[in-house]
């Protein structure tokens, strides 16, 4: 697998490197030593699947405070989706900078969200499968996020959003002095 970091600090796109024959491919989609040699966090508590019914469902952008800051490492099983994060970090030299890829089955791209990123996506296609492992368990009381169409960020996102969920709709404006 090649890591390739992103413009925000710490975040990672990963592709594979297949082995092709007249089988396939094989390739190692995930490697905890190359992991810690990249400074990357490779704990998984949880694995996530989100499967999404319609082309424009959004979900987040969603993160979690200390002591219950979480990892993902999103990869698009079916379909496509536009994957967005945000560094919420305020120490960090990308803090409030976003960054968006195309995540999907035919690329096989997968990225790499270290703790106090906000992450959320957008469903390119009917039927967009994202599988995640989350290096912390989901805590409700830790959770913080961001709306989608928040003025402080002005995300461009590629296509209208058609589905949303009442929490993601409802996240306040964004204000810097109110964070954390």
């Known amino acids: 697998m090649k890591l390739t970091p992103t413009p925000l600090k710490d975040a990672y796109v990963i592709d594979l490197e ?40 959004i979900r987040g952008l969603h993160y979690q405070l200390p002591p219950a800051g979480e990892t993902k490492f999103l990869r698009c099983t079916s379909g496509a989706v536009y994957d967005v994060i945000i560094d919420m970090r305020p120490d960090s030299p990308s803090y409030l900078q976003h960054y968006g890829i195309e995540l999907s089955a035919e690329n096989r791209r997968a990225i790499y969200v270290p703790e106090m990123f906000a992450h959320g996506y957008l469903s390119l296609t009917d039927g967009a ?30 296509c209208p959003v058609a589905v949303i969920s009442n929490k993601d709709a409802s996240w306040p404006d964004f204000r810097r002095d109110e964070s954390q």
């Open 18 to 57: 297949p082995i092709s024959d007249d089988r396939g491919f094989f390739a190692r989609a995930f490697c905890a030593r190359e992991f810690e040699q990249h400074g990357l966090k490779p704990v998984i508590a949880q694995m996530n699947v989100s499967f999404n019914h319609k082309r424009g469902t």
């Open 129 to 158: 499968e994202v599988m995640y492992p989350a290096g912390e368990f989901y805590s409700p009381g830790h959770e913080r996020g961001i709306r989608h169409d928040d003025p402080y960020f002005d995300i461009q996102w590629p």
